[in-house]
């Protein structure tokens, strides 16, 4: 089958031929439908030191995806041949006691496709029968590979209480996006954002924030004081990792308020805990992965309700054989969510 | 009356005749029984910038006391004449959102004694009647002063949950002593503490410690890995603002885990936010002060069934008029908690 | 001034001429522009058992109400002379262990309007200062009197979780219809109402339920589970005090569900604990007042923002002289809110 | 093998020769080390309306028990052979939306050994593997074999908060009584417990309460309102299922404290939810089985650090053979925790 992969340590990826994975007892074969690029195949990509330190060459890259499952361990009995579903990228151990008291997001033994096993970039991929999720028929190809990282947004948007509380949005790539999206539909009285891309910014208030703001050309401070008559916000939900993004967060945090962090600084910072954590008597939540299941139930209900609609940030589509093309883009930064299709006559929208 | 103040911006204090105050209407004059030193009170000693950012001169210092409420504003009804009462130092406005939706640990209009309006170290300071705080009779005015101190390591340790929990407190000053004898009378399975002072340590030691690591001695990591089979600690209680200490107990916490953070950095570190908090998924509260006042209650209830014993911490006791001789005493950090008497007679030991 | 009041013990009100009130030293004076009636009043009016056992007449009755202040106590700095309010009907104490942890909502020396001292069915009342809510400038003196009875809504829809969670409001009296626009403010993803009068379900679907039942004619539980695939819904919110509702509403819970329970029963029923709660896991919340400050902080966010609108639950209104014909229409159940004015020139919409 | 079986419906047990139980490829085989009685257990013998409606003769009884593992099947990698394990009772499905979102407890799919499933009672017992959970070298068997039952009083116990609180306990059975020790460990400031045994006030005394009233006797309400300065309870574990208790329970809890409901009381009961939940702004928690696998941690970490010690419990053990012995005198409640031995010659302690 085609595949893209990491050959060797060091830049780019490439397609090559491989085998058709094997399947264990408790896995699944699926056929990939759809398959979406997140900024971490970036860092892969371009092996940064992290990539480096994480990965061990050859191996299939990618990890959101949905697709059919097309074969079935002998242990499996659900899901059915022919379903699609869409795939949790962490394989946990079930055994540690994270997994034992419901922090499987935090088991010590997680295996991410796409990084420490075979991912989803290819024609098939096998994973346990348990990472795949089904989805209600007729679902959107794109929409059903997108849901892994929609479930990192839904993550970080349930852990504060955004119901009725005036919300901070620092980085609007597509996972901050949703998380606007998700911010919204959870009862946020009102949704502000910030990033440095214009395209963004538009992307963010299509999804329902109600006040975007450049942080490369306006004052953020100056904003959002202004749009909350000088009292900052309840909540910040910082998606974006960029330090001058987290100073400006914490400091329009109100006294009392609550932060969930998604965005990775790649390093320690220069961070101020006295002012922006200890004097304000607030809480910080770490945000990793999607709470199993408890995220994807409740990105289920989100968008089968109709209270989230992800199509329009579904802004590009490619054949998965123009990966190149589809990864330059996403480091242009002027798109939504990039879409790749093993099989082009599968895309849901027109190819770029 | 004599009371030690600050005169004027610059190294020190002083001891001074000054007018006793005015009561005013919603007032209760005290006669102060005993006042305790607070670290904070070392900064205002020295000057340090947080103490000329804060402090306008001359005024009178100190912030922990209890004493006998001798006269009261018209518009008081209790605590009444003769009544033992502790004080809480910070005096809240009432009416801000803060307040008025129960943080008033955090309005923003606090006044604190000794800082921003005349303190303690005197025989007599007036405070708003609701800041009076009855005791149970026959308190001893050392343990009495001290609660407002105690106040904090109570807030430290209620907000994350230790009940059943592996607790480590970094930090063995006198804060962080009462955390340990707070956490574990409130259920702690295990209490871990650090410093780097052998004094101390025995005091941790003698208020319920379990297990106590001198950081300047010991590797702090591999003592608390070993008592913890390799899993860390569920709870942090961060008292030092050291930057080693937060460094290592974010190291030791568990994923999942939750810190309380009390000791101030006094300005930004170097925190590795990924590794810390969102790799971890840890959840981090800021915490001031007390909380109004549930704080106060969980004094009460702790002191009153004698689940927390308060007596070893109060290592020295000094006559006001020798203020010069406690200062040089909590400066050596060789003591526990330093208790002065305005009247030595009013002293429940013997004087140093 | 004109008054409405309880003359004596028995059913009936009556319009007198009484002395207008004193204003003590932290009391404003409140001109009173609307006022509203609340089930409360009609059991005054018909003097039912509690109310026999609360009231002590002579009284001036009504607790909901807006109005300008006119007057105030020599102690009392806000809010201003010819200020809109409206009024927070519990007078608390602020000095039991309840007031001061937060809890003021269950202040063990209450004073309720119109229950326990004179209330609001009147040309002037006096409150508290503390008790004078400041509305915003423009704000229609219906909603501005109806916010007290808001807020038990506001109140109720908090304390369960509902953001993405499936709701069932059983009884769509006023406060269960406000419940239901609450709920879908706060995220709730679909909200399901029963009653059994069509005009007050008609009033639930205007103001937001997804889906009403009439319990009357329709099969509840096969339409609510129809409605949610079978499972159930995720929150209760009991707002009818009606056994068999509370029967189908706990019927209906899931497993690991939130009930939260406002309407009153006026006495023991039968209740299946091992089914209802036990064996279902479920926490159930007991529902009395409101918080005192929070939800009025909420109900102000959830007005200003227009995430709630309630002008179409004020269904009729009335001359205050007209008091008769307002109860009458409220026990016939074929209304909304109800509101009288004593000036009829301040009615905001035409009279009933 | 022997076992105790069910044999038809109707009263009784007996024992009986059965073939050994089959192995599945999840699934372990146990050699019973010691199986103890529950209160379930009685209801079976007496075959009330609860067992006829949920069993299926014949089936072997009994469900609380600790062993030793002897074969494994297939799919089975852990616990090895030899290991000594406690059993989870509850067999879940994995699959079901309470599973999958950390409510295993509430699984849909729930097979309970020794009512839908074969049995403890026996010298050899299958279950699934994960259901095994190993214990530490050197537990004794009677406390390993209680652990199951444990479970519900530490669930019980930790759902409310009761570190720093004043705690009432209502019923003394083995199960209340565990829950004293595991508040008493929790931190709780005071517990208080009911029931009308004298032996049974005579263990919780044993193993923790600080004041115990029999309820037969003496007038509960007046104790504990005497005990806690007429302020009543923080916290209610109702562990009688007895509605006198309740009706005591509930009024005894203060405004805003949470009860925790484990006892049934088989079937509705006259209950004042306005008295007892909504005026008093109460939470009620329902209690059922043992949250998979939070609570076994809890467990563990609760017995081996010796915060709580429950060999005072075990009053009496017998021979499996004896088991008609041992239900006389678990009917007559005068004994603690009783236990049996599959080989007598493995009891940990004297037999009757």
Redesign the interface.
């Known amino acids: 089958m085609r595949a893209i992969i990491k050959a060797s340590p060091g830049l780019g990826l490439e397609m090559r031929q491989v085998p058709e994975p094997d399947v264990g007892?408790d896995e699944v074969l699926i056929q990939v439908k759809a398959t979406s690029i997140c900024g971490t195949d970036l860092h892969i990509y371009d092996w940064d030191p992290w990539a480096a330190r994480h990965l061990q060459p050859p191996l299939i890259v990618g990890h959101e995806l949905c697709g059919i499952v097309v074969e079935r361990g002998a242990?499996v009995t659900?899901p059915g041949i022919g379903q699609l579903v869409s795939v949790e990228s962490h394989v946990v151990c079930d055994?540690c006691?994270?997994c034992?008291?419901?922090?499987g997001?935090?088991c010590?033994n997680t295996q991410i496709l796409g990084v420490h096993r075979d991912g989803a970039y290819a024609e098939y991929v096998a994973v346990p029968a348990v990472n795949a999720w089904p989805d209600p028929p007729g679902m959107a190809y794109s929409i059903a590979s997108l849901q892994e990282n929609f479930g990192n947004a839904v993550h970080t948007a349930?852990v504060p209480?955004?119901?009725?509380r005036k919300v901070l949005v620092t980085g609007c790539g597509p996972v901050g996006v949703m998380a606007i999206a998700t911010a919204r539909?959870?009862?946020?009285?009102?949704v502000y954002a910030t990033d440095i891309r214009p395209y963004r910014l538009a992307l963010a208030k299509q999804l329902g924030a109600d006040h975007v703001i450049n942080a490369a050309t306006e004052d953020v401070m100056a904003a959002v004081l202004d749009a909350t008559e000088n009292?900052g916000v309840d909540v910040l939900l910082e998606m974006s990792g960029a330090t001058a993004a987290?100073e400006q967060g914490f400091r329009l945090l109100k006294?009392?308020g609550q932060a969930a962090?998604?965005g990775?600084?790649?390093?320690?910072?220069?961070?101020?805990?006295?002012d922006?954590?200890?004097?304000?008597?607030?809480?910080?939540?770490?945000?990793?992965g999607r709470r199993?299941?408890?995220d994807w139930?409740?990105m289920r209900?989100?968008l089968r309700?109709g209270?989230v609609d992800l199509a329009p940030l579904v802004t590009h589509r490619f054949a998965l054989d123009d990966f190149e093309k589809a990864f330059a883009l996403m480091k242009s930064g002027e798109c939504g969510k990039v879409v790749m299709f093993p099989d082009p006559d599968d895309a849901d929208g027109p190819l770029s």
Chains 1, 2, 3, 4 share one sequence.
């Open positions: 007892p242990a659900e055994r006691r994270f034992r008291t419901g922090y997001h935090l010590e349930s209480t955004v119901a009725g539909a959870l009862g946020a009285r009102a009292e987290i006294p009392g962090l998604l990775l600084t790649s390093g320690p910072i220069n961070f101020d805990l006295d922006h954590v200890i004097f304000k008597g607030a809480t910080v939540h770490g945000i990793v199993l299941w408890t139930y409740q209900g989100l309700s209270a």
